[in-house]
């Protein structure tokens, strides 16, 4: 007996978990600065590095901590400080080409006032996942038992190949009279189309960029915008089906000269493109023999099945009220908001993310004092998806800007940008190999009688009733499945 194996370069998954860490600090203020209030604070985390040592998975990033503060004669001041992320997971079958993803998120970040340094409370979510395409080996054939026969299934798998990066830089200038500083800045990139070319991949999209801006008498006020870009992209190889991202690495805004009234916006805006493809696959999944018993050596395969990306944008408008023990609002200064994806699932032909936005109110009051407090706004979004199960990934991003406002109460208007991984694989347990085994099943010769139940297959009924499948498809020589009720007839030697 000689086993035939086939050796397939199928990409599959072998990591798949989320980490929460905790990172707790002292933050320096500026030298000769007091921190008595904070007006605006928020944090992100970056990771750097995500490598295999021995049996862990380390991975290194930085938490990035902007904050406005005012001291004790209402002066304005911002700065910029890092903390330092790091944290070790056991792996599940990683290899050195194991391609590793590590998607951070910023769940919790709570930063409290003092004189020379700011204390800080942040919990990250990581988000990890591996695949690898080292070559399986699975079988093939049998040589030397001529009814040895085997069952297999066809898969159509995904497959997503990195064909080009760009790295655009942006610079515009935005109206803005009477603004002298820009106290706080963010935004987000977002790409709404691309198509492919001989000569490369033309992207289509936008930042969103908000402020904190002040003006020569230090009052504080918002300034949003949205930026469009047009950018093409060296790839590798011409698709019919790429895939864009954008992610903005960097933002700087300062005023120009009074004279003007101009904001300078630049950024530096990273665009990853991608190659959605499919490849067929087919996997051995049952083996038998009607003479001799085997004990198929089976393996696990978390396997990705064809999969998009969906792109949405939504608009919600909520009246916050401010909270208790705080002065009446006089003027509306500054709203930001960040998302936090509780819950992401599809359910037929509808995808639904289900979120908390962490939203941060300033605003001035009648003696000219500005007073913040933050508020979590539940939202709900559900956009168009496939019809197929799922395990979708949300990255979600948000502008916020005060419409309105009353006393003891302020309108919002949040713009809500998701971009969404449908995420699909499968689980299947395919054969490498056999070994003998005593055969206990008592052999039946005759005239066998089978009724087949709804889905049976001939190679189920052939191998209940220990025949080739020949002598199934004799009895029955046009009918490859079942749908039950249907009496099978055998004559076995």
């Not at 297959?457 to 020589?477: G, M, N, Y």
Request: hydrophobic share 40%; aromatic share 6%; charged share 25%.
């Amino acid at each position: 007996m000689e086993l035939i194996q086939k050796e397939l370069n199928i990409e599959r998954i072998v990591l798949s978990e989320n980490a929460q860490v905790q990172v707790a600090g002292d933050v320096p203020v500026l030298e000769g600065r007091s921190a008595r209030s904070i007006i605006d604070a928020s944090a992100s985390v970056a990771v750097q590095n995500a490598e295999l040592i021995g049996d862990s998975l380390k991975i290194v990033g930085t938490v990035k901590i902007d904050a406005v503060c005012a001291d004790g004669q209402n002066e304005y001041f911002s700065f910029t400080s890092s903390a330092p992320l790091m944290h070790t997971m056991p792996y599940r079958e990683l290899t050195p080409t194991s391609r590793i993803n590590v998607r951070p998120t910023v769940q919790s970040f709570i930063i409290r006032p003092g004189d020379s340094v700011l204390s800080f409370d942040a919990t990250i979510e990581l988000v990890c996942t591996a695949t690898d395409s080292a070559p399986i080996h699975v079988l093939s054939a049998i040589c030397g038992i001529d009814d040895m026969e085997c069952k297999c299934q066809k898969l159509k798998l995904a497959s997503r190949t990195h064909i080009g990066t760009g790295r655009l830089r942006l610079r515009e200038e935005l109206e803005a009279k009477g603004i002298n500083a820009i106290m706080a800045s963010n935004g987000y990139a977002i790409c709404d189309s691309v198509i492919c070319s001989a000569d490369g991949a033309q992207v289509k999209g936008r930042i969103v960029v908000s402020a904190l801006a002040s003006d020569k008498d230090s009052r504080l006020s918002q300034l949003t915008e949205e930026i469009g870009f047009d950018e093409l992209i060296p790839v590798q190889t011409f698709t019919h089906s790429p895939v864009a991202t954008a992610e903005l690495e960097s933002i700087s805004m300062r005023p120009l000269s009074d004279e003007f009234g101009l904001v300078s916006v630049e950024a530096i805006i990273l665009i990853d493109i991608e190659e959605n493809s499919e490849k067929e696959c087919e996997l051995p999944i049952d083996a038998y023999s009607p003479t001799v018993s085997f004990d198929p050596k089976l393996t696990k395969l978390d396997l990705p099945l064809p999969c998009e990306m969906i792109s949405a944008r939504r608009t919600i408008k909520e009246r916050i009220a401010l909270v208790e023990g705080l002065p009446s609002l006089s003027r509306p200064v500054y709203a930001s908001a960040k998302p936090l994806v509780t819950m992401s699932y599809a359910d037929g032909n509808d995808l639904t993310i289900e979120g908390v936005l962490l939203t941060r109110i300033v605003y001035e009051s009648e003696s000219g004092s500005v007073y913040s407090f933050i508020e979590d706004i539940p939202f709900v979004a559900t956009v168009e998806c496939s019809k197929f199960p799922c395990e979708p990934v949300a990255a979600v991003n948000c502008c916020a800007k005060i419409t309105n406002s009353g006393e003891r109460w302020v309108e919002v208007v949040f713009t809500i940008d998701m971009l969404t991984k449908l995420n699909c694989d499968v689980e299947i347990e395919t054969i490498v190999g056999f070994e003998e085994c005593p055969d206990t099943v008592c052999e039946q010769k005759g005239i066998l009688i089978y009724a087949a139940r709804p889905g049976d297959t001939v190679f189920d009924i052939a191998k209940h009733l220990r025949v080739p499948q020949s002598l199934v498809k004799e009895s029955c020589p046009s009918k490859d499945s079942f749908e039950g009720s249907e009496k099978i007839v055998v004559f076995k030697a």
